[in-house]
């Protein structure tokens, strides 16, 4: 077999010029190559999972046929809020058990969620096989319907396990790929080097993934560095703001709710920011945001007009939701918070206001604080009857004409920062109702929240 594959394979390419044909029938060598290695290692015996299929998923899905697979997942953030995104080979059905005309749309359609917004791809190549693998027309067909709009946005396309086949169908799209985006693509040869990059833990890898990575790992033992292991983390400053609790911030900072990050980013934000294009969408600086995150930790005053970029203190605001260690709205109202798509549309926000007063003091008073600031001021396009005078002022969304952020946009972007599940990521199919969520606490802020006041809380 090696030898008919080596033959093969230098007759195709001292041709030259090589036609869709001859790369169809290259890349179907390729997959066998692979396949009869994984046999002959004994992986596909040593470890055999059962199909996936998403339980969680309503069976009401506009894509359920697809999306119980569990091919593509939503893998939580990267470590500076870029939504990271994964499609995953081996979860690929043999052809004909999948619409891949439907597996094309539901990925568009994915990704339609998230392309506004600064965000990765995890490609897991492994588990691709000669069932399961789409044509090379629909793979051209796919890169044609990606285009500027999908592009733009996308930081990085990992690549993990990479063999030749993915050597040809880089040959078959080099002179479609601009160098640009080229640029955004990186190879990584093993799990471990997605460490560098992204939240690990949060990726939700298929067994039959890592199991391969076990055994590529195994084959070059001796050959690669080990494992580098986490050390334990330290304690934290007493100045620390990020990755610590709000009681912890509250009782270092002489009592005070709302913490010193948030006001100041706030403050700034509203000053300077509300007007610029995109506000809360765009990315910074990885180096500069991780230099502000450790000033702030080490108690040390942030003078954003230094760096030049409205997006730095937008993107260290959700950092800061982020990084503590219980979301803002609590692990305990997380399904509370998922049933809101059932409730009657006339009953939603009286449901919402249910489950916003059943949050603790603290919680419920930087949330109240952030969603003043991100709400949406009726006036003076319309005037709200139920505002005080002092709530009559220019707010983020009010500014959408500008910054093209409505209540809607602003929930895509804050609604996983303000709620998670304890364990594991939040699914495709959680989006819709955290989205919706966190878009009526914008929209309707002053009857959610007018109700229940808390001594010594402020507003931004």
Not at 38 to 54: L, N, R, V, W
Request: charge should be positive; glycine fraction near 4%; charged fraction near 25%.
């Amino acid at each position: 077999m090696q030898e008919s594959v080596s033959k093969i394979c230098a007759d195709f390419f001292l041709r030259g010029n090589m036609s869709e044909i001859d790369y169809e029938k290259l890349a179907e060598i390729e997959l066998q190559k692979d396949e009869t290695e994984d046999a002959q290692s004994g992986q596909e015996k040593t470890f055999m999972s059962p199909p996936f299929e998403d339980t969680e998923l309503n069976i009401n899905h506009p894509y359920y046929d697809v999306a119980r697979h569990g091919i593509i997942q939503l893998a939580g953030d990267d470590n500076f809020g870029r939504k990271v995104i994964t499609f995953s080979c081996c979860r690929m059905p043999p052809s004909h058990q999948l619409n891949h005309i439907r597996l094309l749309e539901y990925l568009k359609y994915t990704l339609d969620h998230y392309v506004e917004n600064d965000y990765m791809v995890v490609y897991f190549h492994y588990g691709l096989k000669s069932l399961n693998k789409p044509s090379l027309k629909w793979l051209q067909t796919a890169y044609k319907e990606f285009d500027r709009k999908y592009k733009k946005n996308l930081k990085a396309l990992y690549v993990v396990h990479p063999t030749n086949f993915i050597k040809i169908l880089w040959n078959i799209f080099k002179p479609l790929i601009s160098h640009k985006f080229g640029k955004k693509i990186i190879y990584l040869n093993y799990l471990s080097d997605l460490r560098e990059h992204l939240k690990y833990d949060q990726l939700n890898i298929p067994q039959e993934v890592i199991q391969h990575d076990e055994n590529l790992r195994r084959k070059q033992k001796g050959k690669l560095p080990p494992v580098v292991k986490i050390p334990p983390p330290r304690p934290p400053l007493p100045t620390q703001q990020f990755g610590v609790s709000l009681q912890y911030i509250k009782d270092k900072n002489k009592g005070e709710l709302i913490p010193p990050v948030m006001k100041e980013t706030v403050s700034y934000l509203k000053r300077k920011g509300l007007q610029v294009e995109g506000l809360f969408r765009r990315s910074a600086s990885v180096q500069t945001i991780k230099d502000v995150q450790k000033l702030y930790n080490q108690g040390k005053s942030v003078n954003f007009d230094y760096y030049h970029d409205i997006h730095i203190p937008a993107v260290i605001l959700k950092t800061f939701l982020r990084e503590l260690p219980q979301p803002l709205l609590t692990f305990e109202c997380y399904d509370h918070i998922l049933g809101i798509t059932s409730v009657e549309s006339s009953l939603r926000v009286t449901r919402c206001k249910q489950i916003i007063h059943g949050l603790p003091e603290h919680n419920y008073v930087v949330l109240k604080y952030l969603i003043c600031f991100l709400h949406m001021c009726r006036w003076p396009l319309v005037r709200d009857l139920q505002a005080p005078l002092d709530s009559q002022r220019t707010e983020v969304s009010c500014e959408s004409i500008y910054n093209r952020m409505t209540a809607s946009s602003l929930a895509c972007v804050f609604g996983l920062n303000l709620i998670w599940p304890s364990k594991g990521t939040v699914s495709l199919s959680a989006l819709v109702p955290l989205n919706l969520f966190t878009e009526l606490l914008i929209d309707f802020y002053m009857n959610i929240f007018n109700s229940r006041t808390v001594p010594g809380e402020i507003l931004p």
